[in-house]
């Protein structure tokens, strides 16, 4: 069985399920139907992101793939909105699989399978229950989802999985924000380029916090957003400040050595930075957030 060492599958079923995920997702679930995977994030009555996540088709079900950290209190807390609706909430447990592979070798094993995608971000492919994703990273990262026993009825045995670690920088990479306890319900999700990610829906009606989120893409007023930088010092946390000309003005959200992602001032990414006394340059996001925005 492949081990999932970052992230695990709650899967929602019943009559209602899309219904109820509908109302509370930033993503068009109904849009399941044309793919099998969509970025997504679940946010709180003030529209700040609980959790960023993937939504996929699992065994004829729907499953949110979310930090294995927060599955559990992810799960409890959905219960709590659930109210009337024929939804039930169960983690998948050990018989799904999630695994990161960048590998050639691995990545020809995939398209052996059928099971690459094309190269753009958020491509997706699905056979017998496994669910493949481009993550738009650059080195390339396939994210590959499935139960154990499908991975092995096709014999997909990866040489060369990406650790936890790996895994996380290859997020860092493609500048998508890995949200664990520190950092649910700080930010908006404009400020993590949650637009830019494909990962929110503007035409698919009411959700939890839905209000914030249109106002702030009506506005165009998200003075603060997600930027990647690169440190030449020690390897910095979650939390760290960033400062500009003596100046707090950024936090960091993820980070892997001397990597990371943070929310700062849009104005500033283009500028070189400094965290815990050392430079923080930055480094180019395979998408485009506009200075001016």
Same mark, same amino acid.
């Given at each position: ?10 899967? $929602? ?7 109820? *995920? ?24 003030? /529209?700040?992101? $609980? ?12 499953? &949110? ?8 209190? $992810?799960?409890?807390?959905?219960? &709590? ?46 056979? =017998?229950?496994?669910?493949? #994703? ?31 670690? =790996? ?11 890995? $949200? ?23 035409? @698919? /009606? ?16 998200? @003075?603060?957003? *997600? ?22 003005? /950024?936090? #960091? ?9 943070? #929310? ?6 283009? =500028? ?22």
């Amino acid at each position: 069985m492949v081990e999932s060492p970052l992230f695990s599958l709650i899967k $929602i079923t019943g009559s209602d399920a899309g219904t109820f *995920l509908q109302g509370q997702l930033t993503q068009d679930i109904r849009a399941l139907g044309e793919t099998p995977s969509l970025p997504a994030a679940w946010c709180n009555p003030k /529209g700040r992101v $609980i959790a960023v996540m993937r939504a996929v088709k699992a065994d004829g079900a729907t499953g &949110l793939v979310v930090p294995d950290s927060l599955a559990e209190s $992810i799960v409890q807390r959905l219960e &709590l909105f659930r109210l009337r609706a024929k939804v039930e909430t169960g983690m998948a447990g050990g018989e799904w699989s999630a695994v990161a592979v960048a590998a050639a070798d691995d990545l020809a094993a995939l398209a052996a399978l059928d099971l690459l995608p094309e190269a753009a971000r958020n491509s997706a492919r699905t056979a =017998q229950g496994i669910v493949t #994703v481009d993550i738009g990273a650059s080195p390339r990262c396939i994210e590959v989802y499935g139960p154990a026993s499908a991975l092995e009825r096709r014999g997909l045995v990866f040489q060369n999985p990406l650790s936890a670690e =790996q895994w996380q920088l290859s997020l860092i990479n493609g500048g998508i924000p890995l $949200i664990l306890a520190a950092t649910s319900e700080k930010y908006t999700p404009h400020m993590l380029n949650l637009d830019y990610l494909g990962a929110i829906s503007f035409s @698919k /009606g009411c959700y939890t916090g839905q209000e914030v989120v249109a106002r702030t893409e009506h506005l165009g007023r998200s @003075k603060r957003r *997600l930027m990647h930088f690169r440190t030449d010092g020690p390897a910095v946390a979650v939390g760290d400040k960033l400062r500009h000309e003596e100046r707090e003005v /950024g936090e #960091v959200v993820s980070s892997i050595g001397n990597d990371l992602l943070a #929310v700062v001032p849009v104005e500033l990414h283009e =500028q070189t930075l400094s965290i815990a006394g050392a430079r923080a340059a930055p480094v180019a996001l395979p998408y485009s957030v506009p200075v001016s925005d």
